[in-house]
């Protein structure tokens, strides 16, 4: 096994730095979206500006004396500097989340006019640039007005408040918004954050944390069912009343790590199928047929919320297309090894799934490893086993420590690897529509916070005007866009370089 798991190593590194064959923007489809994404609590700043009000996201940063989003990047204020970053890098496309406490500081109620005169002005302002807004309704920040009435998403109540939310959402900025995501990650937001404790959600209490409430064994189930059932609530809502005038799109989002077994044997394919089921099946099962993958009804019984026919038939078709947020690729197998997951708490999703996830790189650790045929796998996969649907994909890039270098050269060649593996699953008849780079700029992040960064552009974050400072991604990313340079040619990520006005470090 261990030869085997060194082979696969070897082999990811390579096929990660030379299968691509050369590529440029005229080899996609013409309507096909290039862009790149943030999220409101992790870019706007400004938390207690012009009427916004705390969400969970405020208060667990706050409340473990961590780093926090309260200034973040000041997009809120910057953000028509952002704007034209992008338009002159190109950019097709910009995804970004609508801060529910901003828009609705109570979580339901009175709309706050300013904070809807800025999502306002941030639209106009990209339309006016021809870029097109992919909006988020949901990026984790739950009121926390909701979360302290009736402990937010494992709470039917939830369903009717993210409702009128989203038709808040849909009435005002309908018409200059053609797609629409309901919930973020929607997989990992529920395992992570009501299974295993991270940051703001629930779990149970073990001797590494130490939640103050939860349940992992089940609320982990449950906030993933009422999101299905919020999701299918917005979507019927903007098929019913907007989609015949507006003609825009909405979707949910997955977050899709690339799932290899660890061995060739019987038993760690079988856990790899299992591993698919729980990770991708879990929401899209229900999104495509109606309900929950047979592995997760086996394994799970009773703990597994059911569905009614009637919910059944809102949530089947629900989505017009599917949010895929990738960063890597991993092994399962079906045997204690050195994994990631499942991580401390003895009953959680992992656990149930019965597989052990395991880093593609050489240690123990979650790493963001280049390994583009991992994406191409879940692609196939959704093809073959969900009727080919139209996928976006939403989040894809590579973190590295923030105070580094301007020439980040690994992120280039990443994201280079893993346009190229869209490009070849669109040859392979998957039908992808469009491709964003996790992030346009450095960024508040949710377990990290300031010390590691995605961001194309650099932020100064010790800076109070926040200076962004272009970086080698940015200006490859640029060139790809615009047509000026010949793609997947180390010569080319040379010239980058040494044509690179920047210093190559901070």
Not at 179 to 190: G, Q, V
Not at 230 to 242: F, G, I, M, Q, V
Not at 372 to 388: A, C, D, M, R, V
Not at 478 to 490: E, W
Request: proline share 4%.
């Amino acid at each position: 096994m261990k030869h085997f798991y060194l082979f696969s190593i070897i082999l990811a590194i390579v096929l990660a730095t030379s299968y691509i064959d050369a590529f440029t923007r005229t080899d996609f489809p013409e309507d096909f979206l290039f862009g790149a994404a943030t999220s409101a609590y992790q870019w706007e700043g400004a938390v207690d500006e012009d009427g916004r009000t705390p969400s969970v996201w405020d208060t667990s940063s706050h409340c473990h004396n961590e780093s926090n989003g309260d200034i973040a990047c000041y997009g809120y204020h910057k953000y028509k500097e952002d704007v034209k970053l992008m338009a002159d890098m190109g950019l097709e496309a910009f995804r970004f989340s609508i801060s529910w406490t901003r828009l609705i500081p109570n979580g339901r109620g009175p709309i706050n006019p300013k904070g809807l005169l800025f999502y306002k002005n941030l639209i106009k302002e990209l339309r006016s640039h021809g870029i097109e807004p992919h909006v988020t309704l949901y990026h984790y920040d739950l009121p926390q007005s909701l979360e302290d009435e009736y402990g937010g998403w494992i709470n039917r109540k939830i369903i009717e408040d993210f409702t009128a939310f989203a038709d808040v959402c849909f009435r005002e900025f309908g018409d200059d918004v053609k797609l629409w995501t309901t919930i973020n990650e929607a997989t990992i937001f529920a395992f992570a954050f009501y299974g295993e404790g991270i940051k703001f959600g629930h779990c149970s209490p073990t001797k590494y944390i130490n939640c103050s409430t939860g349940n992992s064994c089940m609320e982990t189930y449950i906030a993933g069912h009422n999101m299905l059932l919020a999701h299918a609530s917005a979507s019927n809502l903007y098929k019913l009343k907007y989609k015949i005038k507006q003609r825009g799109s909405i979707g949910l989002s997955i977050f899709s790590l690339g799932l290899s077994p660890y061995t060739n044997s019987k038993d760690d394919e079988i856990a790899t199928q299992r591993a698919k089921a729980f990770l991708y099946g879990w929401m899209l099962k229900p999104l495509v047929f109606g309900d929950y993958p047979d592995e997760m009804k086996r394994t799970l019984g009773s703990r597994l919320p059911v569905f009614s026919q009637e919910e059944s038939e809102q949530v089947k078709g629900s989505s017009d297309f599917v949010g895929i947020i990738h960063y890597t690729t991993v092994y399962v197998t079906n045997r204690p090894a050195p994994y990631i997951f499942p991580s401390s708490t003895n009953k959680g999703f992992f656990t149930d799934m019965g597989a052990y996830i395991i880093s593609a790189g050489n240690s123990s650790s979650f790493e963001f490893n280049a390994i583009p045929w991992g994406l191409e796998g879940i692609l196939e996969h959704l093809k073959q086993s969900y009727n080919n649907p139209p996928i976006y994909i939403l989040e894809n890039g590579t973190p590295m420590k923030h105070d580094s270098m301007l020439q980040d050269t690994p992120r280039v060649e990443y994201i280079q690897a893993y346009i190229g593996a869209v490009l070849n699953a669109i040859k392979n008849g998957s039908d992808m529509r469009g491709y964003f780079v996790w992030s346009l700029i450095d960024l508040y992040e949710i377990t990290v916070g300031y010390t590691t960064s995605f961001g194309m552009y650099y932020v100064n974050f010790s800076d109070p005007g926040r200076k962004r400072s272009p970086k080698l991604s940015a200006s490859w990313y640029t060139g790809f866009l615009k047509g000026t340079i010949d793609v997947a040619s180390q010569d080319i990520i040379t010239q980058l370089q040494s044509n690179f006005s920047g210093s190559s470090s901070l």
